[in-house]
């Protein structure tokens, strides 16, 4: 087979592309590989590279690359239907939206289908504060929530210098995060200030104008952090005796990824508003947000304008149906709860014989290592973090290094991944481990 002249392809890429650079950027893509095709949990390079591909795309491939269900469709709507007007309904959306609501819990049901992550969050956003006829909202200080204008402003694990100032009326609260907390191994509601803390700033900085709080109920780019038991209760009390509306960005949790069908059902709570993305439409872009009659009505209430050109595409929702399809028909929570204890139990055996493993954590698909100098001190070990990505990318592992302080690597395994594949990823990261920390 041939193969494509890297050296050139890079070449061009740097003379045309504009270099847009995302959380962390360990290997520049200038320095990386250039993606060809893909099958399952495999994606392969210009120069026949196969890869193990552990962060699923950019976690938009969870079913697998190139899902077959999800391919057929795309293809039968390309040569029906690609694009109509989003102004009036199309077949494809209608079918989606009765589908996705069959799925969740009441009084979720009305959806709002567009593009991207951030689409459906500015979406919710905009729907929290005409619901309320309030203005501010809050998140989480190690959020991430997408980079349009509203959504970098409370994306505050990526908050960086040069983008001029933010946007009103937004606010962070404390991220419970039980490894780096001095007292959650003694005291069970340890969070419980943070969150008392958390709310009396808001109350003092817009006091009566509160008008949703959004979470991740994992907090994924900000370090797989695990939400402790009753916390996001007790957010949900804070939220709602202010009058506010709670918001679940289930971009990277929802859909089956942490074991059930969506992370909320795990936590006792039905947020006022879902959003979903990422591997929702199997590859394709496609978001949706979700609420119930009574925020739609009081929201439309004098009218309301939110999309774009290519919001409810046929071709999109085509997508969007054969992925809860599979999803549903395979039973792929199942899956993933599966593969999450095999990966976990890897790590922790790898964890007994290296001490700089500091934590491991995450569920079903989404899983974390958090990587330490020292276990007593909890010293983050980035440079070390950074130099394993390096070696398991040219050894042929994917996976992302996410946190505060860019010392958690973040696993992301398709549901494809065979237990053959989770041995080879956790030998190649066994040997990068120990030639970062010198064993």
């Known amino acids: 087979m041939s ?89 494809p959306q209608i079918k989606l939206a009765k589908m996705l609501a069959e799925t969740l819990t009441a009084p979720l049901k009305r959806s709002m289908f567009i593009q991207s992550g951030a689409d459906s969050n500015e979406a919710a956003v905009l729907f929290a504060r005409r619901h309320t006829r309030c203005s501010g909202i809050a998140a989480f200080h190690l959020s991430f929530h997408g980079y349009t204008d509203v959504t970098r402003a409370i994306s505050y694990c990526a908050t960086g210098p040069g983008y001029g100032p933010t946007l009103p009326d937004l606010y962070a609260i404390p991220t419970p995060y039980a490894y780096r907390a001095a007292n959650a191994d003694a005291e069970p509601e340890w969070w419980r200030p943070l969150l008392t803390v958390g ?73 006022d508003i879902v959003t979903l993305s990422k591997h929702f439409g199997g590859g394709i872009a496609l978001s949706v947000m979700i609420t119930s009659d009574e925020i739609e009505e009081k929201a439309l209430d004098g009218g309301l304008t939110f999309g774009h050109s290519h919001s409810s595409d046929p071709i999109a929702c085509a997508a969007g149906l054969a992925s809860l399809e599979e999803i549903i028909e395979n039973d792929l929570p199942h899956t993933a709860q599966t593969i999450g204890r095999a990966w976990q139990a890897r790590m ?82 066994a040997n990068a481990i120990g030639k970062a920390f010198g064993n």
């Open 348 to 429: 922790r055996d790898l964890q007994t014989r290296c001490e700089m493993i500091g934590d491991i954590r995450g569920r079903g698909l989404l899983q974390g290592v958090e990587l330490v100098r020292d276990p007593s001190t909890k010293e983050p070990a980035a440079e070390e973090a950074a130099q394993i990505f390096q070696i398991c990318l040219k050894q042929g592992l994917l996976f992302s290094v996410r946190g505060p302080h860019k010392n958690v690597l973040r696993f992301v395994p398709p549901f494809t991944t065979t237990e053959a594949q989770l041995d080879q990823a956790s030998e190649i990261l």
């Open 199 to 271: 709310f009396e700033l808001l109350d003092r900085q817009c006091p009566g104008n509160l008008a949703g709080v959004i979470v991740e109920p994992l907090v994924s780019a900000g370090g797989v952090i695990e939400m402790p038991p009753g916390y996001l209760a007790a957010l949900q009390q804070e939220v709602h005796s202010r009058g506010a509306l709670l918001i679940f960005d289930e971009a990277q949790t929802g859909l089956g990824k942490l074991g059930t069908m969506y992370a909320y059902q795990q936590e006792g709570v039905v947020p």
């Open 3 to 91: 193969h494509t002249n890297t050296s050139g392809l890079h070449r061009t890429a740097d003379t045309y592309l504009i270099r847009n650079h995302l959380l962390t950027d360990v290997v520049p893509a200038s320095d990386g590989p250039i993606f060809e095709r893909a099958e399952g949990s495999v994606i392969w390079d210009t120069e026949g590279k196969a890869y193990l591909d552990f962060n699923s795309g950019q976690m938009c491939s969870a079913l697998g690359h190139n899902n077959p269900r999800v391919a057929r469709a795309i293809h039968h709507s390309s040569t029906t239907l690609t694009h109509a007007s989003s102004v009036y309904y199309n077949v």
